[in-house]
């Protein structure tokens, strides 16, 4: 009997979709099944989960129009029947002791999750949490609010573990709770708001501090690499989400909540950066984002002191509102990670 329910969301991803089902067919785990779900693709991206369901009986093609991330995986929610469910997106991949090693430590636990490898073009680079064994599930539920005190020594953790993908869960919490994926279309997003609506039903976790999961970091069509117009729009969205699971707890979540608002400015100018409008434009909406007052108070309460010194100087400007002093870091960061590709 199958104790998984693998969930593979799939939208125009021919180029990386058979070596990621393949990973999955190679599993050290058997005993899975895998819903591929074409999300109205319009590459070869269903002819390859056709043949995939064609040739092993563990996978199962669903074909649908186009509905987004969230409404995607919400298909396959509805599908589980197994004890397990994970999600992968289709143009990653696992190492392949990945659904063993998840399970061998799911024993008396809610969720299991390990960390991941960055994939890019020439190289890849580990992203490990620090964190490792059995926990609370409202302290990871905290982690993913966002980071405090001595974890902002690295800034570029504030969302290593909001994704949906890296994780096991318990589909009973999922299904007795009616917990689904709020659509935003965009990644990232909808997978922390997830996270925390199940994190607030569960009660403890495993962190399995080992690179299982490849995120591919060179896909140029995915929604990481290009401009979104709405994104500031769409991360106030998610803090109002987020603000009721912050309250009526102790001082900490409403530290890590700030922090957040805070930390996002990195996100939200990078984007700035793909603004195809030019320069005039990323100017205007750098200057209107250092004077709201949700960020003003954000970066009046950031503790800087455990900020390395370059991110110290950055936030530093911003909460001097040093609108051209920001945009030169940010250019900066934006040709390292250029390299880094």
């Not at 994939?119 to 059995?134: A, E, H, I, N």
């Not at 800087?304 to 945009?327: D, E, M, N, Q, T």
């Amino acid at each position: 009997m199958e104790a998984i329910t693998i969930i593979v969301a799939c939208y125009n991803v021919e180029a990386f979709l058979e070596e990621c089902l393949q990973s999955i067919a190679n599993q050290t785990y058997t005993h899975f099944k895998v819903l591929a779900i074409n999300d109205g693709a319009t590459d070869a991206t269903p002819k390859i989960i056709d043949q995939f369901a064609a040739k092993d009986a563990r996978f199962q093609a669903i074909h649908q129009s186009n509905k987004g991330l969230s409404e995607t995986r919400n298909v396959g929610i509805a599908e589980v029947r197994t004890p397990w469910v994970t999600f992968i997106d289709g143009d990653d991949y696992l190492a392949p002791n990945y659904l063993q090693q998840l399970l061998l430590n799911a024993n008396h636990h809610d969720a299991v999750l390990c960390s991941y490898n960055r994939v890019y073009k020439t190289t890849q680079l580990p992203r490990k949490f620090g964190m490792s064994g059995s926990w609370e599930a409202s302290q990871l539920q905290r982690r993913i609010i966002g980071l405090v005190n001595e974890e902002l020594s690295d800034p570029s953790q504030a969302d290593s573990m909001v994704t949906a993908w890296g994780k096991l869960y318990r589909s009973e919490i999922i299904t007795e709770h009616h917990l689904q994926f709020t659509s935003t279309k965009l990644i990232g997003t909808e997978d922390a708001l997830f996270n925390i609506q199940y994190l607030e039903q569960a009660k403890s976790v495993f962190i399995l501090d080992e690179p299982l999961y490849q995120y591919r970091k060179y896909n140029l069509h995915s929604l990481t690499n290009t401009y979104k117009a709405h994104l500031k729009m769409q991360w106030s969205t998610l803090y109002e989400k987020i603000r009721p699971y912050t309250q009526n707890k102790n001082q900490i979540f409403e530290t890590a909540f700030y922090n957040r608002v805070a930390l996002s400015l990195i996100g939200l100018g990078l984007n700035e950066q793909l603004n195809p409008n030019g320069f005039t434009a990323r100017y205007a909406a750098i200057k209107a984002l250092l004077n709201e007052p949700l960020y003003r108070k954000a970066y009046a309460d950031l503790k800087y002191s455990f900020l390395p010194l370059h991110w110290k100087v950055f936030f530093i400007l911003a909460k001097w509102r040093c609108v051209i002093g920001v945009l030169l870091m940010l250019a900066a960061i934006q040709n390292i990670l250029k390299k880094n590709q």
